[in-house]
């Protein structure tokens, strides 16, 4: 083949690139910079990074708070335990897959840029800047919406549309109470995501910038990297990740994939087939095509670009990175800080209830020994007053008994006589003629009647017994 029919073959090429490229998406800009753009189809083969200033700086994507309202998903019931780390655990491995490589593609949506990575298995990644920091997609293979959706403060892992699991930045689960309240805004995000699938699929796509690249490219990787440092800390997604070993083993042969393909020379012109949908790598010219020799087209007349305003849209992305990257250190320092203030809290918590209990202890054993002490004085009260009742009925019957000694040791005194008028037997009634001085006869009064010897007895008055009235 001469020199001729190879410019011909390289012109028609060329002509049906064009053509195809016009056919598909002729109201679209073209890529900047003489890069090739492909045509439509989640399919496409990656571009290589245009390496020319970009005409002007694309604008950001709009903010969550400036997101049009979408309709409220539902949250579905929470996932136990450790499988709730499957959503961000698939992301983290997805993250792994892609690496270090660059976009695939970029897509114009709506005035903004967001650039798709896209793997061998149809699994996407799509990333789009913000006021507020990067945004991140994640799609499973023919998924036409995200399975994990993160912003710079919360992600949102999605069961079939619906609000599954909300995480903070460093991947952790939040409370299944705070969910209702994400549900609006993981709804937003919900119908970005899809319009941004079939942005892909329907629309132009371009290479993406490589200044823009290299400028969001630290602040994508301090995301991976805030994942992977939590994932070693955290062992319930540590122990959830080793238990899916095979998507790690994926992930790392799509990485080695990825940087086999940067290391070789690019060729735009490589036909890779159709894609999943039919339509990938549309335009492409397949190697058994047949073509027909044509003059070669004129040169494109040399352009003019204002680099300026690239250089100033590289600087903000660097300083959106280098900012996104303080905000993740400053997240993780806040982290630590809470972390060592509820470690201390439940230090002390523990140190407050240790000295409750040791002060309830105190408390029982000193009422324990009150009581028994108490106890101690009652029975030796008891036992002293029966010693006292003992001591006592023993001290009364040694006196009685003493009374009793005393009593019958003591000398009896003489009896006293009876007074003879005491002594003086009863008489008899005198019988009927009796005269004896005795007898009363008859007229004669008892008081008349004298015993032999009154008269003895009162002229002598030293028989008298003191102490003895006489009668």
């Known amino acids: 083949m001469n020199t001729?029919?190879?410019?011909?073959?390289?012109?028609?090429s060329l002509t049906t690139v064009l053509a195809a490229m016009s056919l598909a998406a002729c109201d679209k800009t073209p890529a900047a910079g003489g890069a090739s753009a492909t045509a439509v189809g989640s399919g496409a083969a990656p571009l290589p990074l245009d390496t020319s200033a970009p005409v002007a700086p694309p604008a950001y994507a709009p903010s969550a708070a400036a997101l049009p309202p979408a309709p409220r998903i539902r949250v579905v019931?929470?996932?136990?335990?450790?499988?709730?780390?499957?959503?961000?655990?698939?992301?983290?491995n997805l993250n792994g897959a892609f690496a270090d490589s660059p976009p695939d593609y970029a897509v114009d949506y709506d005035g903004q840029r967001p650039t798709y990575w896209r793997s061998t298995s149809g699994a996407y990644r799509v990333v789009e800047s913000t006021p507020d920091g990067e945004r991140y997609y994640y799609y499973e293979p023919g998924a036409d919406q995200p399975f994990l959706v993160r912003d710079s403060r919360y992600a949102y892992g999605y069961e079939q549309g619906q609000l599954a699991v909300v995480?903070?930045?460093?991947?952790?689960?939040?409370?299944?109470?705070?969910?209702?309240?994400?549900?609006?805004?993981?709804?937003?995000?919900?119908?970005?995501?899809?319009?941004?699938?079939?942005?892909?699929?329907?629309?132009?796509?371009?290479?993406?910038?490589?200044?823009?690249?290299?400028?969001?490219?630290?602040?994508?990787?301090?995301?991976?990297?805030?994942w992977e440092r939590q994932q070693q800390q955290d062992s319930d997604?540590?122990?959830?990740?080793?238990?899916?070993?095979?998507?790690?083993?994926?992930?790392?042969r799509e990485a080695d994939q990825r940087q086999a393909q940067q290391r070789q020379p690019a060729n735009p012109d490589r036909y890779m087939g159709p894609g999943p949908d039919g339509r990938g790598d549309q335009g492409r010219i397949?190697?058994?095509?047949?073509?027909?020799?044509?003059?070669?087209?004129p040169a494109p007349a040399p352009v003019r670009i204002d680099d300026s305003a690239a250089r100033a849209r590289a600087q903000q992305a660097q300083a959106d990175a280098a900012r996104q990257a303080q905000q993740a250190q400053q997240a993780d320092q806040a982290r630590l800080v809470e972390q060592a203030r509820t470690q201390?809290?439940?230090?002390?918590?523990?140190?407050?209830?240790?000295?409750?209990?040791?002060?309830?202890?105190?408390?029982?054993?000193?009422?324990?020994?009150?009581?028994?002490?108490?106890?101690?004085?009652?029975?030796?009260?008891?036992?002293?007053?029966?010693?006292?009742?003992?001591?006592?009925?023993?001290?009364?019957?040694?006196?009685?008994?003493?009374?009793?000694?005393?009593?019958?040791?003591?000398?009896?005194?003489?009896?006293?006589?009876?007074?003879p008028a005491q002594a003086q037997p009863p008489k008899a009634a005198a019988a009927p003629g009796d005269k004896s001085p005795g007898a009363k006869g008859p007229g004669v009064k008892a008081s008349e009647v004298k015993a032999?010897?009154?008269?003895?007895?009162?002229?002598?008055?030293?028989?008298?017994?003191?102490?003895?009235?006489?009668?």
Do not use: C, F, M
């Open 77 to 92: 019931a929470a996932r136990p335990d450790r499988s709730r780390y499957d959503y961000v655990n698939r992301a983290a």
């Open 344 to 419: 201390q809290a439940q230090t002390d918590a523990a140190h407050q209830r240790q000295v409750q209990l040791e002060t309830r202890a105190a408390a029982g054993r000193q009422a324990q020994q009150a009581r028994a002490i108490e106890q101690a004085r009652t029975q030796q009260a008891q036992a002293d007053a029966v010693r006292q009742a003992q001591n006592q009925a023993q001290a009364q019957a040694q006196a009685q008994a003493q009374a009793r000694a005393r009593a019958a040791a003591a000398p009896h005194p003489a009896p006293i006589p009876p007074h």
């Open 167 to 226: 995480y903070d930045p460093a991947g952790r689960p939040l409370p299944d109470s705070q969910y209702e309240s994400q549900a609006d805004r993981a709804g937003q995000y919900l119908a970005r995501a899809r319009g941004l699938y079939e942005a892909a699929r329907s629309r132009q796509h371009q290479a993406a910038y490589a200044a823009t690249w290299e400028a969001r490219r630290s602040a994508i990787q301090a995301q991976q990297q805030q």
């Open 452 to 471: 032999p010897g009154d008269h003895a007895r009162r002229d002598h008055p030293e028989d008298k017994v003191p102490g003895n009235p006489q009668p």
């Open 4 to 12: 001729a029919q190879r410019r011909a073959i390289a012109a028609l």
């Open 286 to 297: 397949p190697p058994n095509a047949s073509v027909q020799p044509l003059a070669p087209p």
């Open 237 to 252: 997604w540590r122990a959830w990740n080793d238990a899916h070993a095979q998507d790690q083993a994926n992930g790392r």
